[in-house]
Each structure stands twice: as structure tokens, then as C-alpha cells.
């Protein structure tokens, strides 16, 4: 097998068997998403290198197929087994963080998402919202339109 096959072999999207843990190869990284598909949900990313038949993460993971299954083997969390649960073709785009000019929508798409509170204030000069999220950040919108973010 070459190093090319053998590489992409590692590129779909695996989760661990709490389904807790997904994690994605992708363009020499793997992403690491916690807590998938809830409102706390961490993200994390590494570049890998194959090394043999491993992958090796920057942060000392290292990654390898046995039976079907995903190994992580990390010193400090000890050896973690995964499953495919889809393939490269469906591993969704990195969201952005959010930016000066995003609309509302983009900003619940963003990977600060949807916020804990809303404070409305509406004058004859518009609407102004501030977004408040965990560990004091905030989003500050006029018009529906992101003027300032505080993190």
C-alpha cells in the first residue's frame, strides 16, 4: 500500500463508542469535536504526519487502523477505539469564527452558534443587539449586521 492510499484511508469521520468523541482527517489534520451536536461542543486542531503506518498528531496522538477500527493512543488519555461513521465526501467545511460584517445567520452557523442571551435594545435609529456567550463573550449587532465582538 502506498503512502498516499494509506493516508486516505485515515480521511473519513470516526467517533468513539460513548459518542462523545468525532474525530476527522482532513488536508493533514485531524479535527477533534467534543461533545458532538451540543451546545458546549469543543473543537480541536492538529496537524498530522504519517509516520509508517501511523499518524501523528502535533499534540502527541498517535492514530492507527486495526480491524476496521480507529486506534488513539495518547499517554495521558490511554487508548481510545473508534468507528467510520461516514466518509471524506460528507465531512462538513470548518466553521469560521465570527467576523465584523456577518449576518445573524452566519454568526449561528459560526463556531460560536447560537448565544446564551439576547439583550434587545430598539431605538427610531434601528435595532442593537448584544449576543452574550460563556466566558464573557460578546457579539454586538446593529441592524441585524455584526459591529463588534468581544472575546
Do not use: C, R
Not at 73 to 85: A, M, P, Q, R, W
Amino acid at each position: 500500500m502506498t503512502q498516499a492510499s494509506l493516508y486516505n484511508s485515515f480521511q473519513d469521520i470516526w467517533e468513539d463508542e460513548s459518542g462523545y468523541e468525532k474525530l476527522t482527517f482532513k488536508n493533514g489534520e485531524v479535527t477533534k469535536v467534543l461533545s458532538f451536536n451540543s451546545q458546549d461542543e469543543s473543537t480541536y486542531t492538529w496537524p498530522v504526519i504519517l509516520i509508517g503506518t501511523e499518524l501523528h498528531a502535533d499534540n502527541g496522538t498517535i492514530y492507527y487502523l486495526k480491524n476496521d477500527k480507529l486506534i488513539s493512543k495518547d499517554e495521558s488519555l490511554g487508548v481510545n477505539t473508534f468507528t467510520k461513521i461516514g466518509y471524506y465526501e460528507d465531512i462538513p467545511p470548518e466553521k469560521l469564527a465570527p467576523q465584523i460584517g456577518m449576518s445573524e445567520q452566519e454568526v449561528i452557523y459560526s463556531k460560536w452558534g447560537l448565544p446564551k442571551h439576547i439583550n434587545k435594545n430598539t431605538t427610531t435609529y434601528g435595532v442593537n443587539e448584544q449576543w452574550v456567550y460563556d466566558q464573557y463573550k460578546y457579539i454586538y449587532f446593529e441592524n441585524g449586521v455584526v459591529t463588534a465582538i468581544q472575546d
